[in-house]
Each structure stands twice: as structure tokens, then as C-alpha cells.
Nanobody, 117 residues
């Protein structure tokens, strides 16, 4: 599975961004996709995750609840992160993640989000 993330950039505090991640390759086994982030000097942390099994479910880190929304396509080939009311502490590199049957995880290359003001 290959993951290509995009949509990062420079945004002012209180603004919005939409991150996108396209999956290709053997995507049939994907049952979860998500977004993680890593700020300078910090460990990578979960932002949001979506499970596309028999039913769709999501979970969010407390620090983004009510501000960020994760979604994906029915085909499990894309995942999005709508980021609203962005804060300076959201500055980080955001990584797309996909998990396939057998719990193998794949990572995208990361997209930088920088918040000013």
C-alpha cells in the first residue's frame, strides 16, 4: 500500500485546512485509516482514525475533538482530515496511516501544517 498525503500549508490561527491522503496498491485489506502528527521535539501522536469494517466508526484525540473531522471514501482509497479553528499548537507534520488485515501499518510521507498568529 502506498499513501500520498497533501493539503498542508501555512494557515493563520482560527483558519481551516483540509488534508487529503490517497491510497494505492493492494488496498482491499485496509480496515482503518488515520492521521497522526509529529511536532518538533515530540513523539508522533494519533490525531484521528476511521474504521471501515462492517460499520464505520471514528475516534479522535481529545485535543482535536470538535475541531477536526476525519472522513474516507467507501472505496477505502482516500482519507481526509478537515481541520477547523486551527490553533498554533496544531503545527506539526501530519502523516497519513493505513492498517491492513494482520495489523500491518503503512505510512505516507507527511505534510507540513504551520500555524501563525
Amino acid at each position: 500500500v502506498q499513501l500520498q498525503a497533501s493539503g498542508g500549508g501555512l494557515v493563520h490561527s482560527g483558519g481551516s485546512l483540509r488534508l487529503s491522503c490517497v491510497a494505492s496498491g493492494n488496498i482491499a485489506g485496509i480496515f482503518a485509516m488515520g492521521w497522526y502528527r509529529q511536532a518538533p521535539g515530540k513523539q508522533r501522536e494519533l490525531v484521528a482514525r476511521i474504521f471501515n469494517g462492517g460499520t464505520t466508526s471514528t475516534n479522535y484525540a481529545d485535543f482535536v475533538k470538535g475541531r477536526f473531522t476525519i472522513s474516507s471514501t467507501d472505496a477505502k482509497d482516500s482519507v481526509y482530515l478537515q481541520m477547523n479553528n486551527i490553533k498554533s499548537e496544531d503545527t506539526a507534520v501530519y502523516y497519513c496511516n493505513a492498517v491492513v488485515s494482520g495489523d500491518r501499518a503503512y505510512w505516507g510521507q507527511g505534510t507540513q501544517v504551520t500555524v501563525r498568529g
